[in-house]
């Protein structure tokens, strides 16, 4: 099982950026995935989360309405579309998949993590 995530950067306050994961080892299309992110001295933050079949997303109050998960089953591929950025977005964002039910937080399976800087 492997997942591979990409799409960080440095950016300013109010930017955007689209995080991607790709996935290799499973059969992706039968799992819920999450994007969980990570700053040093702190635990873990699930950030979002999506079904199996990409019909239901939920996602923290932190990031509602800025942040949009999706999903491209066909292609293995996990998305994290982030608008409006702000410095309390700085985290490592891994790519994680969901020990059942997407909404629970129980993971077996993490990436390596993409940095995200939001900074001026």
């Known amino acids: 099982v492997q997942l591979v995530e990409s799409g960080g950067g440095v950016v300013q306050p109010g930017a955007s950026l689209r995080l991607s994961c790709v996935v290799s080892?499973?059969?992706?299309?039968?799992?819920?995935m999450s994007w969980v992110r990570q700053v040093p001295g702190k635990g873990p933050e699930r950030v979002s989360g999506?079904?199996?079949?990409?019909?239901?997303?939920d996602y923290a109050e932190s990031v509602k309405g800025r942040f949009t998960v999706s999903r491209d089953n066909d292609n293995n591929t996990l998305y994290l579309q982030m608008y409006n950025l702000r410095p309390e977005d700085t985290a490592l964002y891994h790519c994680?998949?969901?020990?059942?039910?997407?909404?629970?937080?129980?993971?077996?399976?993490w990436g390596q993590g993409t940095q995200v800087t939001v900074s001026s």
């Open positions: 994680v998949r969901n020990i059942g039910w997407y909404q629970d937080e129980n993971y077996d399976y």
């Open positions: 080892g499973f059969n992706f299309r039968s799992f819920g």
């Open positions: 999506i079904s199996s079949g990409g019909g239901s997303r």
